[in-house]
């Protein structure tokens, strides 16, 4: 007997009438027409960007569209036909591809949590699965569509909107807090800007087979800093160009403002964004370097747009190096192959310069391995035929990556091709991967910019390590779609648990993290209102010679062992060192309290960040890495000694433990006793040490078995790296010496006093 329930029958009739409608810009995961029987649909817009949305149950946790879905893992077909449903009111709507992918994930998310038609859902139900979720951003979103459409009773609503509820007071100022990035976020980026895009640009490397991404991300946070704007929506499709000023005389004194060209997002017209002086020498900085690294990706734009342009119109500002220029001897007013252009731009600067070549090809040479031919780049003609293979160097080193059999045959239908016909399936698979090309869009799809004018052009190889947007795009004749930009920005900046971001890859704390739209609530609530920080100003701002230490504190909690660091200019204010001072030159310097200890100074604000480390040794501050140690100092050794006597002698007293062999607590005690001893027993030594000169301030950070030596009257850091003996085998030896000192029967009795 059918049901009866006319929620459930409004549902079925609005389905059915869709299942009558094609499903337009929507295919499955085999690249085919999208049906309602599908696991997984993919939604393409007419700008060309995809949408993913996925119809599985709770036994997928990780959604992947090349995953091939069993049928047991499709939701049921009315909870599944429904969320189809909505992936089609979705598209239709408004909002950047990655709003609208969330919309539809946290309702996926709901209904396997209802694990029922929300026909048949009370309140009870809804608001039992609602307080489970951890993301309900959209769910009310959801809620209205359902009752817009009659598809659920319009008594069933929410109550406690979680994470909606109105704020006051200290609510709304916790709010804030949150929202606002901390200050030592912004002085560690500060500090990876200027290791990444130094000073002097003898030390840049924007060559084109280098990694560019870390580069790109502190762009970005540059121009971020430099003005409140939505990133995603409009620093990716900012064009090249340098910074531009204007001095004007307000109330007798000359006054400069900077800006840029930008274009305007929701609405606003394209305009003269101003940035804050500040910061205007980053951002030049990084306009400069990235007018240098982003050249060969315009390059290669402006040669897909129009292959039979003569070659000086398709290089552009780019100058190859003079080395590539005098073995090709390109003729400047003709059209070149893509092979050569190549070469030109400098993607075969590490290698032997030689592609794999079929055996019919003229001038190709036998090498000693069984059918491999093999002909220098720069000899390469268009009728050359070119030999593509998963397994060969040869092959990757032509593309820049592997490409699978099946991907090969995908790209180019064959594994045997001219240099000709390489040239024009490549540019044909590349250009339909690149929605728009020439023109590229940014995430929202409104923002837009011709790839060969983008400040932010890049290759594939400067951008990606793992996961691309289109198969291939690792390659260096790959080009990155300005619509991935973002998602490179904010994955490089948010808290991973098992990956790096740009923090622990530069030896911050991994509890280093920022959300992009951070930026701009630095903006309105501390950079706008109560001005910059004096610290901030001087690490990003490029001044010659700060008077301020900028000290930022690495770690959260003591286990973490992150350290505290200070950061300064050199005189010269080209350099930046890391280096720890006396207690009195802190205080002096920083106007912020330390604290005395019994073996040194503890550089950590104990006004603001009470103390949280704790250890086993009678001297409390030993191996934390905010305790800074002088060199010779006589007390602090007197009083190490003696702590370090005690420790081995606790060590000792643990081994003579009847039961010793038999408890595993004891075993644990010791090896990690031993070791922290270890530790000890290094530091004290180098305290004496007679090559340090007195007062050098040492810190040792245990994560990473290395102590930091500051001479502060040369201003230099020494990092010694320090080996610890083996505490398992110490163990071992242990177990092994009191085995054979205690008889049987005594062991036995250990055991039975056990039981």
Known sequence: MPEINRFIENQRNYINDLMQQPLTGFTNQQKKPATWDDPAWRFTSPTGQTINFYFVDHTVKQSDFRTAYRPSQKLPDDLRHLLMAYAIEVCAGKGGRSAKADKHSVVRKLLIELADNPAHIDFSGLEAAYSRMKNVDYVPVFLQWLHRHAFIPPTLKLTNKKGRTTAAGDDIIEHKKN???????????????????PPEREKWDPRPLTLQRDAFVCAMTALAMGSPNRIDAEQTVLTKQRLEDITQTKDGKKETVYYLDWQGSKGFKNNHNHILAVMSEAVDRSLEYMEIACEPARVLARFYENPSLPLKKVLGDFCPSSENMSALTPNMNKPINLIHLGYLL?????????????????GAHKTHTRGLYIKPIIDLQPEDELFLTQTCSHTKYLLGLGLSVKKIREIFH???????????????????????????????????????????????????????????????????????LGDVFSTALKKKANAENIFTRHGFSDEFHIKPHQFRHWHNDVADREGIPHAIINLWSGRKTPEQILHYVHRTHAEKAAEISDILFSESGKEITVK?????????????????????????????????YLNDFVTQCALCPSSCHAAH???????????????????????????????????????????????????????????????SVIRLLAHKSEFRITDTQAKTVTVRKFALP???????????????????EDALADIFALI
């Not at 604290?595 to 103390?611: E, I, M």
């Not at 370090?644 to 010793?660: I, K, S």
């Not at 085998?729 to 177990?735: D, E, H, T, V």
Request: aromatic share 10%.
């Open 179 to 197: 929202s606002v990035p901390e200050a030592k976020v912004l002085l560690a980026l500060g500090a990876i800007f200027h290791d990444v895009i």
């Open 633 to 695: 100092d006589k007390e602090a050794l007197s009083l190490l000694n003696k702590d370090l006597q005690v420790q081995e002698r606790r060590l000792d007293d643990v081994q003579e433990r009847p039961n010793f062999c038999n408890s595993q607590a004891m075993q644990d005690w010791f090896a990690l006793h031993h070791r922290n001893t270890s530790m000890l027993r290094e530091l004290v030594q180098l305290m004496e040490s007679k090559e340090l000169k007195p007062g």
């Open 414 to 484: 064959s594994n045997t091709l001219t240099v000709a016909q390489f040239q024009h399936k490549w540019i044909q698979y590349v250009v339909g991967n690149l929605t728009g090309f020439p023109v590229g869009y940014n995430n929202a799809e409104h923002g837009k910019c011709k790839y060969e004018q983008a400040l932010f052009s890049f290759t594939g190889n400067q951008i990606y390590t793992g996961t691309t947007s289109y198969d291939g795009g690792k390659s260096h004749f790959a080009i990155v779609p300005l619509a991935a």
């Open 726 to 744: 083996d505490s398992k085998k110490a163990l071992a030896k242990a177990l092994e010496f009191k085995s054979e000192k205690v008889p049987v």
């Open 346 to 362: 400098g993607f075969y600067d590490e290698g032997n310069r030689k592609v794999r070549v079929s055996k019919a090809t003229a």
């Open 580 to 612: 720890v001072v006396s207690q009195q030159q802190y205080e002096k310097l920083t106007d912020t309290a330390t604290a005395v200890t019994s073996a040194g100074f503890c550089s950590q604000n104990l006004q603001y960040s009470p103390c949280e």
